[in-house]
Every structure is written in C-alpha cells, then in structure tokens.
C-alpha cells in the first residue's frame, strides 16, 4: 500500500493550484527512496509518496501540469534513471500520468493511521473519530497529547523522518523547561502546522508560524482550530523570518525549521533577527551528506551544534546561539 511522504517544496509548503498534476511512478527501486525524493524535489515535485514491497520500492511525485511540460517529465526521468544506475542498482522503469488534487488529496487517506511519536504525541487524523473512554485506541492514547491534524496537501504529516526528528527534539526541549518566564517558539516554513502546535501542546506558551505559500497558512490555520489553540497561542501568517521578526515583541526562545537543507542555508543569517543569546534552534529536512556545510556555516554565524540525531539518512540539528 502507499505510504504518505510529506509534501517537500523548499519552504515546506502546500501543494499549489491549479487542482491537475502529473503522477511519476519510479516502479522497481531499492530502497533509495531517499536519494528518489531528494531528485524529485530538486526538480520541483511538491509531494512524495512511497510504497514497500519485497524489499523493493515504488516512489510517486507530483508536478503541477500548469507549469510542467512532457519534455520535462522526461528529463526527471533520465536524471532518476541516472542516480539508481549511479549507486549499482539496475534503471527502474519510469512513468507518468495526469491526476486531480482530489485524486492526489483523498487516497492516501486510507493509509494514514494515528501514530505515536516520542513518549508525548500521538498525531491523529482528524477524519477519524476521537475515541471515547473504554475504546481500544483510548490505551494507545494513555497519557499522549493528541495532535489532531488533517494536513490536505500540505506538509506535514508526521510519517516523514524529518518531521519526526522535529517532534522528538521538541518534546526533549520544551520537556526541561526550568524558567517561570513564557515561553515562545516559531515555526519556519510551517505547511500544516504541525510542529508549532506539538510545541504549544508540550507547554510552549505561544508560537510564530509563517510559510510562503498561501494554501498551507490556510491548512496551518485549519489545524490550530482543530486542535481548540487561539490565534494568541498560534499566531500563523505567510511570509518567512521577515514577517515574524516584526510580530514578535522580543526574541523568541526557540525555533524550529523543517525545510530543505539549500534553504536553510541562505536563512542562517537571519536566524539572528529573531533570536537572542542562549536561544535554541531545530533545524531538519537535511541528508546527513548535506550536514558539514550546515555546520560549518552555523558556526560562522554564531550557532553551536550542540546534538546531532538522525533517521535513515535523515538528520536533525539542535543548535544553540553565542
């Protein structure tokens, strides 16, 4: 069965309009399925999608046909085709087709499932019927925050390592909160919204979220009412770092940014115009062959490395400002 992957546009965004796309199946892969999506989404696929079977896996993207000519479709072809042959493994056959959003949207409803993540949060689907006391799902639940989440086609699910990574350094972090003084986050490149809530949930007491794409601001908003938070507890709007700095009455305390290792390159400059001395700062969407230069420019700039963990080939940085 199909397995949801968040969505992996370089700033964690929605799937954009128009509602028609182009479905590329990489049928008969490895598992590379993460050197797959990282080609898909430096090509411009705005969703990803995997399925496992005998050790052998299928990878979807999806491109908006708006923007998107056969032409275009081939060439990804050939640049998959090259990296699967590239690390020793036979060229998977490759094709492609036009769908709907809805298409898209709907089906891997049936394959997402509450999960747990950490020793805190299970994320839950909000199609699904928040369970009673004495339903079987009520001991999985146990003492878990519910994160309530129907992310559309916006990023963020929780199935992907990336956000998982987030999730745990969150839980970690606000898990050791030692001052009586509020405590406050922001969420950069935020899609559904699901780590600046997770934050609130965990005992943050307000957060800054912010993407570039409209959709997801609109699915982050969806999320923050579903889960019964205020818009003073989740202030959410589009933009990126400029449009927090100007929120916020004083720095923030934390940060998250779960977005592709090249973008958050060119924004660890102004990690600084939100931030003060001693803030912290999660940083994921990173291949752990992109992590030496996300260290060595955060060192340039005045941020400690103060843990590095990972998932698959997947790492997420905890960093610290001088």
Partial sequence: MPTPSQPVDAEGTALNSPSQWWEITVVGVPLLDDLLFWRLQTEGCQGTAS?????????????????????????????VRQDVLAVGQP????????????????????????????????????????????????????????LRLNPGVAFGTGAHATTQLCLQALEKHLGIKKS????????????????????????????????????????AQDSRDLNGLTSEQLWIAQGSIEQISQQIPGPVQGFCCNIL?????????????????????????????????????LQDSSWQLVETNYDQDW?????QRL
């Avoid at 290792?261 to 924004?267: W, Y």
């Avoid at 939100?274 to 291949?287: D, E, P, Y």
């Avoid at 790492?315 to 960093?319: D, W």
Wanted: with cysteine.
């Fill in 91 to 146: 060229a998977p056959k490759i094709h492609w087709q036009g769908i709907t959003e809805e298409d898209w949207a709907h089906s891997w409803q049936d394959y997402w499932h509450p999960q747990e993540i950490g020793d805190r949060i299970l994320i839950y689907p909000a199609w699904l019927p928040v369970p009673e006391q004495g339903d079987d799902l009520q001991l999985a639940i146990g003492d878990r925050l519910l």
């Fill in 180 to 219: 009586t003084q509020p405590l406050s986050i922001a969420d950069i490149g935020c899609g559904s919204g699901i780590l600046s809530i997770a934050a609130v949930l965990l005992g943050a007491d307000q957060a800054y979220a912010v993407d570039l794409d409209p959709l997801a601001v609109s699915a």
């Fill in 261 to 297: 290792a090249d973008v958050i390159l060119n924004l660890i400059p102004q990690f600084t115009d939100i931030t003060a001395k001693g803030s912290w700062g999660i940083l994921s969407g990173i291949l752990d062959t992109q992590r030496p230069m996300i260290s060595a420019s």
């Fill in 51 to 79: 399925q496992l079977a005998n050790q052998q896996r299928t990878v979807w993207g999806y491109l908006p046909q708006d923007c998107t000519q056969e032409s275009d479709l081939k060439r990804i072809a050939d640049l």
């Fill in 315 to 319: 790492c997420s940085l905890t960093i």
